[in-house]
């Protein structure tokens, strides 16, 4: 498990990104060294034993993954205990968050061509802007800032665009250390888990495209007055826009691939059909 690396330290998860869901997030917590050693000792305390605490799963009904098998009244008493501990964390909390169409107003051939594609772009632009609040945030900071991210499928990415940043950033001098690391072994990212699947459903609900009641934690996570900010649609149109300059053609070459593959499937699927036929319709 990857440490705090400096003090304070920003640990964020997505929510929303594979899943393809409305919203898309990025959302976690900024905490002292000291802080963080209280929110892990008392989480793993509040498991009680079981590994880790992942809400999307810990939230369906019934359970899945890990908690599967699970009856409802056993996966509440776990968040339950969670949720205490968050309720009592110190840290601030921040996230950024954009819709589905936004993304797809920018790049309009993904959800045509490329319906399976994760959000690797919006991924990328709102971690960007998760740092950058928590930069322009810290207007007395003398210490650096490190950063812990959940791995995912962009970790080289992330990590590329981290160093871009720092080349053009005003507060560049604040940015520590940046590191990946596994949410299933990681207490901190999975407060950041937490934070940011109930972020991405409160703006669900609020936005229309999911029905109230609001979850019964959330009045608990999201009293405080947190950092919570949008990327507006011409916004990031055109920094999606700056992007083509430099991956258009490899997004091009992936809808191709998509659209190849696509055409094979049709004809594997014509060719079937064909010979169904001339069985006489008999397996």
């Not at 002292?32 to 793993?44: P, R």
């Not at 490329?114 to 930069?135: C, G, W």
Request: charged share 30%; hydrophobic share 40%; proline share 5%.
């Amino acid at each position: 498990m990857v440490k705090p690396p400096s003090n304070p330290t920003g640990y964020f998860d997505e929510a929303g990104i594979h899943a393809q869901a409305p919203i898309i997030v990025v959302a976690g917590y900024l905490a002292s060294i000291k802080d963080w050693e209280w929110l892990e000792k008392k989480w793993v305390e509040a498991l009680k034993g079981v590994d880790c605490y992942h809400t999307t799963d810990i939230e369906v009904d019934p359970p899945k993954g890990l908690y599967e098998g699970w009856t409802r009244k056993e996966a509440d008493e776990l968040t339950d205990r969670i949720i205490a501990v968050a309720a009592r964390f110190k840290g601030q909390a921040y996230g950024v968050h954009m819709t589905a169409s936004t993304w797809y107003a920018a790049v309009p051939f993904v959800k045509t061509h490329l319906p399976t594609h994760p959000h690797s772009v919006p991924y990328m632009a709102l971690a960007k802007r998760a740092i950058e609040t928590v930069l322009d945030s810290r207007k007395h900071q003398k210490e650096q800032i490190g950063f812990v991210f959940a791995r995912n499928d962009w970790r080289q990415d992330l990590l590329d665009g981290y160093d871009q940043l720092k080349q053009i950033h005003n507060r560049a001098a604040l940015m520590g250390p940046i590191a990946v690391d596994e949410m299933r072994d990681n207490p901190m990212l999975q407060a950041a888990d937490l934070v940011s699947w109930h972020y991405r459903r409160v703006t669900e609900i609020r936005k229309g495209f999911a029905k109230p009641p609001f979850h019964r934690a959330v009045k608990q996570i999201f009293e405080r007055r947190d950092r919570f900010h949008y990327i507006p649609e011409k916004e990031f149109v055109a920094e999606v826009a700056r992007l083509f300059e430099k991956h258009g053609a490899e997004w091009n070459q992936q809808v191709f691939t998509h659209w190849v593959a696509m055409e094979q499937k049709k004809r594997e699927r014509a060719e079937r059909a064909e010979q169904w036929k001339e069985r006489g319709g008999k397996k």
